[in-house]
């Protein structure tokens, strides 16, 4: 398939070039043929312009220019002046010329079916070259335009060696344009040679592949993509591993508890005592938490779940969460403080979901924020749009653990302080509820120790 694909971007341009140096070289055959034609006639014309200027210059007169000519010139020999007084005989051959006539149209040498003396048609004047004295028209010279003359040997030859130049120029170029077609060829095999393999590695389940980027053409875009894709899986694979392994676990410590339990009070060891039953009932509700969370989740991102939309203003959703975990904050020593300005307009998302996502936040700030700390929630309007905050100074977030924080069953432990947090699933749902209300949700921190402030932002209404 590569082999394949080199060999007819090798033809390509081969085949670019074939035609281009084929195109060109007619071109410049046709254009020098007739370049040369056309400067024999000038050249003629103009000899024999100066010529005809001569001998008017003498005789005073055009009369007789032919007489001249053929002393001049019969027999093919010498041409050897013959009369001292008269003008130089003629030492070329006329070529590229129709015609020569007076200033009245008369020819002055025979041509076509004209004889000496003999008046033209006017419209065979209308591209005469005119042959002047001091600035006075004196005759008329008829130039071959049709080109009805044979080149001498010398110019023969000539054309000759331009259609050998012109040879070897159009196979230099097919011999420069099957080596730069090898080169470019390889120059864009080679990087899809690359992803292939690596394409192959993915498909075998080695997720980690990353492909060296050599430009910034499509070929580069393509390669970067391959690789933001890569990696995307990697860290989805690693993603999925960790989920299995935290729901596994999650799952399996309150059912040891309930399996030990039930095993004990099935062997007689222990009978069940209301202190045992609210360990049952708390490990069974975990386990509902648990499986309601996943399916919340799985139901949002599946766009099933039901949302009932309508005008609310954050002041409210607000001073509720407050209401709810006001005692709480107090008894752990915290301050709980709700700002929001009254004239924050509404925003048009469901109620019981933005309560679900405020409570799920506040929950996390009251499990990192220390005695003596402070959680504040802030409603207030930005931009046009609306911008609730739910904001801590307690434990805080490393700057290389802010982008996974809302990752599903992400480590609290490593992202927030020591305590496990609840199930790593709660700032997911969050995420998950909020862009489904058309809102964007973000988290700050400065690092550890120095609190964290939840950002979530809505559209006007």
Same mark, same amino acid.
């Given at each position: 398939?590569?082999?394949? *694909?080199?060999?007819?971007?090798?033809?390509?341009?081969?085949?670019?070039?074939?035609?281009?140096?084929?195109?060109?070289?007619?071109?410049?055959? *046709?254009?020098?043929?007739?370049?040369?034609?056309?400067?024999?006639?000038?050249?003629?014309?103009?000899?024999?312009?100066?010529?005809?200027?001569?001998?008017?210059?003498?005789?005073?007169?055009?009369?007789?220019?032919?007489?001249?000519?053929?002393?001049?010139?019969?027999?093919?020999?010498?041409?050897?002046?013959?009369?001292?007084?008269?003008?130089?005989?003629?030492?070329?051959?006329?070529?590229?010329?129709?015609?020569?006539?007076?200033?009245?149209?008369?020819?002055?040498?025979?041509?076509?079916?004209?004889?000496?003396?003999?008046?033209?048609?006017?419209?065979?004047?209308?591209?005469?070259?005119?042959?002047?004295?001091?600035?006075?028209?004196?005759?008329?010279?008829?130039?071959?335009?049709?080109?009805?003359?044979?080149?001498?040997?010398?110019?023969?030859?000539?054309?000759?060696?331009?259609?050998?130049?012109?040879?070897?120029?159009?196979?230099?170029?097919?011999?420069?344009?099957?080596?730069?077609?090898? *080169?470019?060829?390889?120059?864009?095999?080679?990087?899809?040679?690359?992803?292939?393999?690596?394409?192959?590695? *993915?498909?075998?389940?080695?997720?980690?592949?990353?492909?060296?980027?050599?430009?910034?053409?499509?070929?580069?875009?393509?390669?970067?993509?391959?690789?933001?894709?890569?990696?995307?899986?990697?860290?989805?694979?690693?993603?999925?591993?960790?989920?299995?392994?935290?729901?596994?676990?999650?799952?399996?410590?309150?059912?040891?508890?309930?399996?030990?339990?039930?095993?004990?009070?099935?062997?007689?060891?222990?009978?069940?005592?209301?202190?045992?039953?609210?360990?049952?009932?708390?490990?069974?509700?975990?386990?509902?938490?648990?499986?309601?969370?996943?399916?919340?989740?799985?139901?949002?991102?599946?766009?099933?779940?039901?949302?009932?939309?309508?005008?609310?203003?954050?002041?409210?959703?607000?001073?509720?969460?407050?209401?709810?975990?006001?005692?709480?904050?107090?008894?752990?020593?915290?301050?709980?403080?709700?700002?929001?300005?009254?004239?924050?307009?509404?925003?048009?998302?469901?109620?019981?979901?933005?309560?679900?996502?405020?409570?799920?936040?506040?929950?996390?700030?009251?499990?990192?924020?220390?005695?003596?700390?402070?959680?504040?929630?802030?409603?207030?309007?930005?931009?046009?749009?609306?911008?609730?905050?739910?904001?801590?100074?307690?434990?805080?977030?490393?700057?290389?653990?802010?982008?996974?924080?809302?990752?599903?069953?992400?480590?609290?432990?490593?992202?927030?302080?020591?305590?496990?947090?609840?199930?790593?699933?709660?700032?997911?749902?969050?995420?998950?509820?909020?862009?489904?209300?058309?809102?964007?949700?973000?988290?700050?921190?400065?690092?550890?120790?120095?609190?964290?402030?939840?950002?979530?932002?809505?559209?006007?209404?």
């Amino acid at each position: 398939m590569n082999k394949s *694909l080199k060999l007819k971007l090798v033809f390509s341009y081969l085949a670019v070039a074939l035609i281009t140096v084929l195109v060109i070289s007619v071109l410049i055959r *046709l254009n020098s043929s007739q370049s040369l034609m056309n400067l024999v006639s000038e050249q003629q014309t103009a000899i024999l312009e100066e010529e005809v200027q001569n001998y008017y210059k003498l005789q005073n007169t055009t009369v007789g220019f032919y007489d001249y000519y053929l002393q001049v010139d019969q027999g093919g020999g010498p041409k050897v002046q013959t009369d001292p007084s008269g003008p130089p005989p003629l030492n070329h051959e006329i070529r590229g010329v129709d015609g020569l006539v007076d200033t009245e149209y008369k020819a002055l040498i025979p041509f076509f079916d004209y004889a000496v003396g003999q008046t033209i048609p006017d419209q065979m004047i209308k591209d005469a070259v005119p042959v002047k004295v001091n600035g006075e028209t004196i005759a008329w010279i008829l130039p071959d335009k049709k080109h009805q003359f044979s080149l001498n040997p010398q110019e023969e030859l000539f054309l000759r060696r331009i259609t050998l130049a012109i040879g070897l120029a159009a196979l230099t170029g097919v011999v420069v344009a099957v080596a730069m077609g090898i *080169l470019l060829a390889n120059g864009i095999v080679k990087p899809i040679r690359r992803l292939t393999k690596a394409s192959k590695l *993915l498909a075998q389940g080695d997720l980690k592949q990353q492909v060296p980027v050599t430009s910034k053409d499509e070929l580069g875009q393509l390669t970067n993509t391959f690789n933001q894709m890569s990696d995307d899986l990697s860290k989805a694979d690693e993603q999925r591993k960790r989920l299995t392994a935290d729901i596994t676990h999650d799952l399996s410590t309150p059912l040891q508890v309930i399996a030990g339990y039930m095993e004990m009070l099935e062997e007689g060891e222990v009978t069940l005592s209301p202190d045992r039953i609210e360990i049952i009932k708390a490990e069974i509700e975990h386990l509902r938490r648990l499986v309601g969370d996943l399916t919340t989740l799985t139901q949002v991102e599946a766009q099933t779940l039901d949302m009932q939309f309508q005008p609310i203003l954050p002041g409210d959703l607000l001073n509720r969460v407050h209401q709810i975990y006001e005692p709480i904050a107090t008894r752990q020593g915290i301050t709980l403080k709700v700002n929001a300005d009254v004239k924050t307009p509404e925003i048009n998302v469901d109620e019981g979901r933005m309560l679900q996502v405020l409570k799920n936040l506040v929950e996390n700030a009251l499990r990192y924020t220390p005695a003596g700390g402070k959680i504040t929630l802030n409603a207030a309007t930005s931009l046009k749009l609306v911008e609730i905050t739910v904001a801590d100074n307690g434990a805080g977030i490393e700057a290389e653990d802010l982008p996974f924080v809302f990752d599903r069953f992400y480590q609290a432990d490593k992202s927030r302080g020591s305590n496990r947090g609840k199930m790593g699933l709660g700032l997911a749902i969050c995420k998950a509820l909020v862009v489904s209300q058309n809102g964007k949700i973000a988290a700050e921190s400065d690092g550890k120790g120095k609190g964290t402030t939840i950002r979530i932002t809505f559209p006007q209404i």
